[in-house]
């Protein structure tokens, strides 16, 4: 089992709907989250990040995180043509909170 | 405030070349970490380096070393280039582990 895992998508959501993506995740014992966007032959850029069971809102955007279901989701409202990106989740493993493990990324797209 | 810097953006290499790519973290942080990211893949962890010693090393050869200078710039380089070697090099800046902020990579091409 890969330690972090997400669809690949693509996933097509229409304009001024919401799009929602899921990671999910091997380790327990796993603290903090992260998600990055990353735009077609760019480099990835930080959206959120969150620790805490529960959500967390910034903007359009919140972060659901669920522990006990080791899994953590990314709610985007009221979804722009400028959304679409390939939705990267990053988690530090345990002990290691200076690396990143990356899922493979969701590639969202946003049809006007 | 400038963000994370690296140089060159775009390297076409032969096999068994070796390469230097180089990076500048944002003002005031001290932690560089190095990403290499296949097509299609996430990024996958080679090192991070914390006040200028290397705190963890992900699965990499041997052929891939840093280093962190004093004004907390860093340095990757690879030794006898391979075909899969082929990747874009992602630059990454934190004051301490967490968040990592990005730079805009270098894209190494090995023919």
């Known amino acids: 089992q890969k330690e972090v895992e997400q669809n690949s998508g693509p996933l097509s959501v229409p304009e001024g709907a919401i799009a929602s993506l899921n990671c999910t995740y091997s380790d327990r014992g796993s603290q903090s989250f992260f998600w990055y966007r990353q735009y077609s032959g760019k480099s990835p850029e930080l959206i959120m990040f969150i620790y805490s069971n529960g959500d967390k809102e910034d903007g359009r955007f919140t972060a659901q995180l669920n522990k006990a279901s080791q899994y953590v989701s990314l709610l985007i409202r009221d979804s722009q043509p400028s959304d679409s990106a390939t939705y990267l989740c990053?988690?530090?493993?345990?002990?290691?909170?200076?690396?990143?493990?990356w899922g493979a990324g969701t590639k969202l797209i946003i049809k006007p | 405030d400038a963000g994370v810097t690296q140089s060159p953006t775009h390297l076409i290499k032969t096999r068994g070349q070796h390469v230097t790519l180089r990076c500048s973290p944002i003002s005031g942080h001290k932690s560089v970490s190095w990403y290499q990211q296949v097509l299609g893949q996430g990024p996958q962890f080679i090192f991070q380096y914390y006040e200028k010693e290397e705190r963890g090393r992900g699965n990499f050869p041997d052929r891939f070393s840093a280093r962190q200078f004093p004004n907390y710039s860093s340095e990757l380089n690879v030794n006898a280039l391979l075909l899969g070697d082929s990747a874009l090099y992602l630059c990454a800046s934190s004051l301490t582990d967490q968040p990592q902020h990005f730079g805009d990579g270098t894209r190494l091409s090995i023919l």
């Open positions: 990053a988690v530090p493993p345990p002990g290691s909170n200076y690396q990143l493990i």
